[in-house]
């Protein structure tokens, strides 16, 4: 059965794959295990599709599609790997069960706490869960993680070896709660990639973002009262509602300091801004919580200039203090640069440099700093090797822009 028309221009074919690959892949595992087996079976199914849809019109239930596709794929690869007597036994296997049947829109949310087994590494769960669930590319993967992508690789693959024949079993309340720490972390690697690429020609990938953010929506509907839950879907919204304004009319980045706030969501912000209050008073804040309280300071201020840096620098001490990570302390080093100087910051950067260094991040918070130190030819070179270090080509173009900038600035005046 076809579509009636095209697709819309804003969701392509490749748009709607991406969307749908998750939940197919979840409704493979959900119905017959064999997680190794099922992804591959779904890789087949979009190929399939990328090529026939384009031609023949997409289908009036993709999802339905893809999960016949990759579910006959599957069946007949499990099939052919065994004798006859065996091929039989594993067939009757293969039905799908009544029992285990679940709503379509739950099978990304199952998938995801599937592969955040307990059996497997935490490492390993990080992994397989944004390759599966988010979409990400190995290098992706190793690029968040700031470690080589071949570790990326060896981990993915080892993960998939463990599950293949471990028996799946829908995640129970229980089950939930042990392995809730790293299905946040997963979501917020997901959520952090789409709201800022770490390669490519866009900043943004809203599918990306807003997959996450449904995501943490499903996960809160199951924990209400998780603090950690709600403090994560609150970062997130806060995070997201500034979007429209991240970009110019070119996809040209615009730093937070130069945004026209006016675009950011007030709607999104209202919500945000609601569930820090409400994910604070669930208990102790942790990590998450704590970044969100950061964000909704940053979108409370009408102005750069009303930021409250001395309450964002105190937010910043004690996530630092509670859940150490080298990218919080660099959000830290700007914040002690905004109450106490850049020079203060700069000094805050070097106690980073052995666990940063590399990262075009540590030099593009150096130029910055530097840039407001007075620093212009150091700050000029630290923008240039940001610039060289990225691999998202809006953030290489705006760092070249500022040294460039820079560099105009020292030029002498001809007499």
């Not at 794959?17 to 979009?46: I, K, S």
């Not at 944004?130 to 968040?144: P, Q």
Request: hydrophobic residues 45%; negative net charge; glycine residues 6%.
């Amino acid at each position: 059965m076809r579509e009636q028309g095209p697709l819309e221009p804003a969701e392509t074919v490749e748009d709607l794959l991406r969307r749908h690959a998750p939940q197919v892949l979840g409704a493979l595992v959900r119905r017959y295990g064999h997680f190794d087996a099922a992804e591959d079976a779904v890789q087949e199914a979009l190929v399939a599709a990328a090529r026939q849809w384009p031609e023949a019109g997409t289908p009036a239930n993709p999802r339905g599609w893809l999960i016949r596709v990759a579910s006959r794929r599957l069946t007949d690869r499990l099939r052919a790997d065994e004798a006859r007597a065996r091929r039989e036994e594993a067939a009757a296997r293969l039905e799908p069960r009544a029992t285990r049947a679940a709503p379509a829109d739950d099978d990304t949310l199952t998938l995801l706490f599937l592969s955040c087994d307990p059996a497997l590494a935490p490492a390993a769960r990080i992994a397989l869960t944004l390759r599966a669930v988010g979409g990400l590319t190995t290098a992706e993967i190793a690029r968040a993680h700031l470690v080589p992508e071949a570790t990326i690789a060896q981990r993915i693959s080892r993960a998939k070896a463990k599950l293949r024949d471990h028996p799946f079993h829908p995640p129970g309340p229980e089950d939930r709660d042990a392995r809730l720490a790293t299905v946040l972390q997963v979501l917020y690697l997901i959520f952090n990639e789409g709201h800022t690429a770490t390669s490519g020609p866009t900043l943004h990938r809203a599918d990306l973002a807003r997959e996450a953010i449904r995501l943490t929506r499903e996960v809160r509907r199951l924990l209400p009262r998780e603090g950690a839950v709600t403090g994560l879907l609150a970062l997130m919204l806060l995070t997201e509602a500034r979007g429209a304004a991240r970009t110019g009319a070119h996809g040209e980045l615009i730093p937070l300091d130069e945004q026209d706030r006016t675009l950011w969501d007030s709607e999104a912000i209202t919500e945000g801004t609601a569930l820090v209050e409400e994910a604070l008073a669930e208990g102790p804040p942790g990590p998450y919580q704590l970044q969100a309280a950061i964000a909704a300071l940053h979108d409370e201020a009408a102005r750069a200039e009303d930021t409250d840096w001395p309450q964002i620098l105190a937010l910043y001490d004690l996530l630092v203090a509670r859940a150490p990570d080298p990218m919080a302390e660099l959000g830290r080093a700007v914040a002690v640069a905004m109450v106490h100087g850049p020079e203060a910051g700069l000094v805050e950067l070097t106690a980073l440099e052995p666990r940063l260094k590399g990262h075009h991040r540590l030099a593009a918070v150096r130029a910055h700093l530097l840039e407001r130190a007075g620093a212009t030819e150091a700050a000029r070179d630290a923008y240039e090797e940001a610039a060289r270090l990225t691999l998202s080509i809006p953030e290489r173009h705006y760092l070249r822009t500022r040294a460039s900038r820079l560099g105009r600035r020292e030029r002498p005046t001809p007499h």
